[in-house]
């Protein structure tokens, strides 16, 4: 079983930058896929990044629409994964949330909602233009 809290979220002017953190609890993080998706209003819950459980930054994956902006990274030691965005847009608003899981098959699965076991409760990143 694993917990995740995410933290870190607010409103910021288009431009700005914000870090979100997700701290786990639970044994074995280091064995976990994390990854980082958002659900905006009214629209589905879409991947944003997502690290793999050997950690470098190689095993990094991205959606397009932040590749260049974002850039995610975990700490085994803490058990935590950090979303640093910068130059954000408006379009960015969303609830953030953070997921674990450990069976992928192959690259594409990262960005699926389902191969993720568990998830946090979500921080509000709120973009003004």
């Known amino acids: 079983q694993v917990q995740l809290v995410e933290s870190g979220g607010g409103l910021v002017q288009a431009g700005g930058s914000l870090r979100l953190s997700c701290a786990a609890s639970?044994?074995?993080?280091?064995?976990?896929?994390m990854g980082w998706f958002r659900q905006a209003p009214g629209k589905e819950r879409e991947f944003v990044a997502a690290v793999r459980s050997s950690a470098t930054i190689s095993f990094a994956y991205y959606a397009d629409s932040v590749k260049g902006r974002f850039t995610i990274s975990r700490d085994n030691a803490k058990n935590t994964v950090a979303l640093q965005m910068n130059s954000l847009k408006p379009e960015d608003t969303a609830v953030y949330y953070c997921?674990?899981?450990?069976?992928?098959?192959?690259?594409?699965?990262?960005?699926?909602?389902?191969?993720?076991?568990?998830w946090g409760q979500g921080t509000q990143v709120t973009v003004s233009s």
């Open positions: 639970g044994r074995a993080f280091s064995s976990y896929t």
């Open positions: 997921a674990a899981g450990r069976t992928f098959y192959g690259s594409s699965d990262y960005s699926r909602t389902a191969p993720y076991d568990y």
